[in-house]
């Protein structure tokens, strides 16, 4: 299993929400490559990154920062998610050398559009489906929706997207723990891999999400605990790899 740290990008800075609230984030450095290396030293083989502005704008925000990361570590893959809303700036991150982007909102929005972009970008796209209580959230979190996550990432598996990234959005930056059971009922449910988000807190919801890697929990995106130092990302990520 693969820990992936977390780059949330805020006016070229890297920070972390509570529950997506825009107004409610800390700065934790005004120098997000750097950020990227301490976590590529410490072990990381795959970074995070999101571009919150984007999200919010629809549109890229970050993109020069982000191609300044994706160059500065070649050799480790990076998924990107945030503002991500056509074909020509899938394009251009791939480019640029970005090795997964992350469709969240206009997957919900218009589900045609993951047919397409899988068929035209294979092996590169992943969807994000954020939930509250099972339903998919949209628009930064600001909407609910009446769509049933599982049912959604069963249409997109169908679709040929490359994985699903899960985030129980009642606990992101909440530091209230994962959500293992729900997000190993998702993976149960498909054959594409699942990747955790949100609540991660400490070493313990490492090993809770390690014991459903076998029904197909292939990561787990972590964040403000690694940012706040109650979870140790070297040891960590070593923990997630020995469930393998």
Not at 122 to 142: C, F, Q, T, Y
Not at 173 to 184: K, L, P, Q, V, Y
């Amino acid at each position: 299993m693969l820990l992936i740290p977390a780059i949330d990008l805020k006016e070229g800075k890297c920070v972390r929400l509570r529950q997506g609230i825009m107004a409610d984030d800390t700065v934790f450095s005004d120098d997000p490559v750097a950020v990227a290396g301490r976590w590529v030293a410490a072990g990381a083989k795959r970074l995070h990154l999101v571009d919150l502005d984007g999200a919010f704008a629809g549109k890229p925000k970050n993109a020069a920062i982000i191609n300044r990361i994706v160059a500065a570590y070649p050799d480790v893959p990076v998924q990107i998610g945030g503002g991500i809303r056509d074909e020509d700036t899938i394009q251009a991150y791939l480019e640029a050398g970005v090795q997964y982007v992350i469709i969240g909102t206009k997957a919900v929005s218009e589900p045609h559009f993951i047919k397409d972009v899988s068929l035209e970008f294979p092996g590169h796209i992943i969807v994000g489906l954020d939930a509250r209580e099972g339903k998919v959230a949209i628009d930064g979190w600001s909407k609910l929706s009446h769509h049933d996550v599982v049912d959604l990432a069963q249409k997109f598996e169908a679709d040929g997207v490359e994985a699903i990234i899960y985030t129980d959005i009642s606990r992101d930056g909440m530091m209230s723990g994962i959500n293992a059971e729900a997000t190993a009922n998702l993976a149960r449910a498909i054959r594409i891999p699942v990747i955790a988000s949100g609540g991660i807190t400490n070493i313990d919801d490492i090993n809770a999400l390690g014991r459903y890697v076998d029904d197909g929990i292939m990561g787990a995106i972590t964040g403000r605990a690694i940012y706040e130092g109650t979870l140790d990302f070297a040891e960590a990520a070593k923990l997630a790899e020995s469930f393998n």
